[in-house]
């Protein structure tokens, strides 16, 4: 696995509503959590045809219009990371491919 997508460290900073990836290239990805939550990959938000593209990266510029308190994440064994969120979905599984692609600060 490239450095690139290998992620070293997952934070869910709840005070500053971000989801941070910290990658053994040194990068560090920032994705608000309401985005994230809008660009969940499973079929049930996103609909069959649409879970495998990449989300709309407007999805992150939009103003968050829900504060996430007990959101948290685990890992999906080696391919991603699963947020279980404050309203107890969690069918998305982000994969380090996706959540690298989906950065939009590189
Ligand atoms: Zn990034
Ligand atoms: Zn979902």
Redesign the pocket.
Known sequence: MSPRLTCTRIVVDRTAQLFEVYWADKHTCRFPLDGLKRA???A???GHEKMHLLPDPALFKVPALMKWTKVRAELAGSVGVRLIWDDG?S??IYTWERLRAMCTCD
Do not use: A, N, R
């Open positions: 969940c990959p499973c049930d938000c996103q979905h069918s998305g």
